[in-house]
């Protein structure tokens, strides 16, 4: 558990941001970048986006070297990455939710614009306008699948890849690839004046 796997050029954690935070973006990375060939591998398809949950992000990225522990103390649980068909008009709704929430729940692909009082500017997904007719495959956790912290929106998919893939394995993997971790808070998900 104590071998180096990386190391971070800071302590980061899930309380930095406002809307998004750089641990929570690490996580939400990752999930896209060590998911995509698994999925792409077994439909030919690509994951669009990435949606986690702030709550599950359990503890600090701690400044120094970053270890297999590491993994497990920021995700304990034995939570896996599913990917998920969502139409455009179920990713507004998920969109409404992320508004509502005003919390930095880890996300990739997606980016979001609000005003000062949380109105929707703008939402892409990979810089494209959201199209209420496409379906996009969203990478998740089963948790947040089976409708926990109140995501119910993913329960209008009818379709479900399920990578028997730990959200802690992609840490542990994305950070084997990575000689340095330097995550920033971006502009994935802001408010705008």
Known sequence: LDSVLAYAVNTYSKTDGELNTAIGNLMADAVIEESSPIFEARTGEKIDMVLLNHGGIRAILSKGNVTTRTA???????????????????????????????????????????DDNYNLIEAKINGKDIDKNQTYNVATNDYLYGGGDSMDFFQKSDTLYVL?????????????KKDTLNPVIDNRFIKTN
């Open 72 to 114: 497990y103390e920021i995700m304990p649980f034995e939570n896996s990455v599913v990917v998920t068909k969502l139409k455009g008009s179920h990713i507004n709704e998920l969109i409404t939710y992320l508004q509502r929430a005003k919390r930095a729940h880890p996300i990739a692909g997606l980016t979001i614009k609000l």
């Open 164 to 176: 028997d893939y730990k959200i802690r394995n992609v840490l542990i993997d994305y950070f084997t």
